[in-house]
């Protein structure tokens, strides 16, 4: 009788927000046993996997990378206007990425795999959910773990030096997306990720706490009063996007 194969491991691996030097030790060591990595290829030239490939040549030369494109998602406003509309979207869009990462599985069925996850898994990131989508479709088989990173919050925090919250307060994370709901629901000290467009309307005398491409050359940040530095935060959004080639943000906004 055949020896049974070893259950492959699979990993997903947190590896910082720009920066290859902030990354764990345990995930270096995860990333150097592995034996190929999946990452998701939004276009061609998509910059983040090139970010991804400065973290393995710093940490783990010569680990085999398999890019995978990620699906198309439906962008259209019918399909994203309305909360449970974008949900539907989203949806959609893991399934087709579990079937993608799970033929990958499939098509290499030995070997330890890690997925390199920007940030930290836990933020707005959803590696997690599609793996155990391919794992509860039963086809590809493996035990699994998730290594936490250093997510871009903490940059930010890092770079302002700042606590993101007043002494025993609450703070509420958020998308730029529900920010005026969180608002109106009473927030006051809320953190915004994936920013698609600055709404602060009436929030003028709150304070901001503003980051772009931390981590990496490219770096820039504005802290201030919104009514005093949201034009400063505008330019240096597009300054950051003409000369690093993408854009990502993060802020704090913290009522007066
Ligand atoms: C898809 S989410 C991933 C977040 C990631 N998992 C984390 O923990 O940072 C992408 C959003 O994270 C924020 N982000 C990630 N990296 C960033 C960076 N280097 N500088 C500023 N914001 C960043 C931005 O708000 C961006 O829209």
């Given at each position: 009788?055949?020896?049974?194969?070893?259950?492959?491991?699979?990993?997903?691996?947190?590896?910082?927000?720009?920066?290859?030097?902030?990354?764990?030790?345990?995930?270096?060591?995860?990333?150097?046993?592995?034996?190929?990595?999946?990452?998701?290829?939004?276009?061609?030239?998509?910059?983040?996997?090139?970010?991804?490939?400065?973290?393995?040549?710093?940490?783990?030369?010569?680990?085999?990378?398999?890019?995978?494109?990620?699906?198309?998602?439906?962008?259209?406003?019918?399909?994203t206007?309305?909360t449970?509309?974008y949900?539907?979207?989203?949806?959609?869009?893991?399934?087709?990425?579990?079937?993608?990462?799970?033929?990958?599985?499939?098509?290499?069925?030995?070997?330890?795999?890690?997925?390199?996850?920007?940030?930290?898994?836990?933020f707005y990131?959803?590696?997690?959910?599609?793996?155990?989508?391919?794992?509860?479709?039963?086809?590809?088989?493996?035990?699994?773990?998730?290594?936490?990173?250093?997510?871009a919050l903490?940059?930010?925090?890092?770079?302002?030096?700042?606590?993101?919250?007043?002494?025993?307060?609450?703070?509420l994370v958020t998308t730029g997306r529900r920010l005026r709901e969180a608002v109106?629901?009473?927030a006051?000290?809320v953190l915004v990720m994936l920013s698609a467009r600055f709404d602060l309307d009436?929030l003028?005398?709150?304070?901001i706490?503003w980051g772009a491409?931390?981590?990496?050359?490219?770096?820039?940040?504005?802290?201030?009063?919104v009514?005093?530095?949201l034009?400063?935060v505008e330019?240096?959004r597009?300054?950051?996007?003409?000369?690093?080639?993408?854009v990502m943000d993060v802020y704090l906004l913290?009522?007066?």
């Amino acid at each position: 009788m055949s020896p049974a194969r070893p259950v492959r491991r699979l990993t997903v691996v947190g590896i910082g927000a720009g920066d290859p030097d902030q990354i764990t030790v345990e995930a270096a060591e995860t990333l150097r046993a592995a034996d190929f990595a999946i990452v998701a290829q939004k276009r061609d030239d998509d910059p983040l996997v090139a970010a991804r490939q400065a973290v393995i040549d710093r940490h783990a030369p010569g680990l085999q990378v398999v890019a995978v494109p990620d699906p198309e998602r439906d962008r259209s406003a019918a399909a994203t206007s309305t909360t449970s509309g974008y949900a539907g979207v989203v949806v959609d869009w893991h399934d087709a990425r579990a079937a993608l990462y799970e033929q990958v599985l499939l098509d290499r069925p030995d070997g330890d795999v890690v997925f390199l996850v920007w940030g930290d898994p836990a933020f707005y990131d959803s590696t997690i959910r599609v793996v155990e989508k391919v794992l509860a479709a039963g086809r590809a088989d493996f035990v699994w773990d998730v290594i936490p990173g250093i997510s871009a919050l903490q940059v930010l925090a890092a770079r302002h030096r700042i606590v993101l919250h007043d002494v025993g307060q609450a703070l509420l994370v958020t998308t730029g997306r529900r920010l005026r709901e969180a608002v109106d629901g009473g927030a006051d000290n809320v953190l915004v990720m994936l920013s698609a467009r600055f709404d602060l309307d009436g929030l003028e005398d709150w304070h901001i706490w503003w980051g772009a491409n931390l981590g990496t050359a490219h770096e820039s940040l504005v802290a201030g009063r919104v009514g005093d530095v949201l034009g400063d935060v505008e330019r240096a959004r597009a300054a950051t996007k003409a000369s690093a080639g993408w854009v990502m943000d993060v802020y704090l906004l913290r009522a007066p």
